[in-house]
């Protein structure tokens, strides 16, 4: 009977200190579909600011990524300046594989264009707000976007390494 009460005394002990640790590890990143179904590519006229209200509907954070699908164009991260005029000739990162991911590494503004002539003029360019993590502590403007998602996935992620963990320590206790 005491050796029961041991095993199970080990086992509510290392679970607790397993499930307390865990939020320290718990970081949820995303990965957004620029253009979602259609990709990236040139708005229909009159829709120029189709990527900045789509940006504008989702809440990003740093770790997030970004995919762009693209076929026969080009992706570049600029800065503001060059972001307003359209330029193409000094991004900070330019990709043509016609898959690129991005990550966003800080908070801040994130500046994208395309690279091929006339698409940029077009609409085909859009600016990624990165929230503080204050700002998301604090709900960040008053839109969740896609936020919500990443939640649910996180937690269901979580629990379920929170049962291996049960399960493994069970088995070794």
Same mark, same amino acid.
């Given at each position: ?6 095993g199970s005394?080990?086992?509510? #002990?290392? *679970?607790? /200190? ?10 949820? =990143? +995303?990965? &957004?579909?620029? !253009? ?43 800065t503001d ?11 900070? #990162?330019? *990709?043509? /594989? ?10 801040? =503004? +994130?500046? &994208?264009?395309? !690279? ?31 936020r919500a ?25």
């Open positions: 009977m005491a050796s029961h009460f041991m005394a080990k086992f509510i #002990l290392l *679970s607790l /200190t397993i499930f307390s640790f865990l939020h320290h590890f718990s970081v949820f =990143s +995303f990965e &957004f579909q620029v !253009g979602g179904t259609n990709g990236w590519v040139v708005p229909r006229a009159n829709d120029s600011k189709v990527y900045n209200d789509w940006a504008s509907e989702n809440r990003f954070l740093v770790g997030d990524t970004v995919r762009f699908k693209y076929k026969k164009d080009s992706v570049m991260e600029v300046a060059d972001y307003k005029r359209c330029n193409s000739t000094h991004p900070n #990162l330019f *990709s043509n /594989t016609g898959n690129t991911v991005y990550e966003l590494d800080r908070p801040g =503004s +994130f500046y &994208f264009i395309s !690279g091929v002539s006339g698409h940029c003029e077009r609409g085909q360019r859009m600016i990624i707000k990165v929230l503080t993590s204050d700002d998301a502590a604090d709900g960040g403007d008053s839109s969740s976007g896609s998602a990443v939640l649910s996935f996180g937690v269901s992620k979580l629990v379920v390494v929170q049962f291996v963990l049960s399960c493994v320590a069970s088995y070794l206790y």
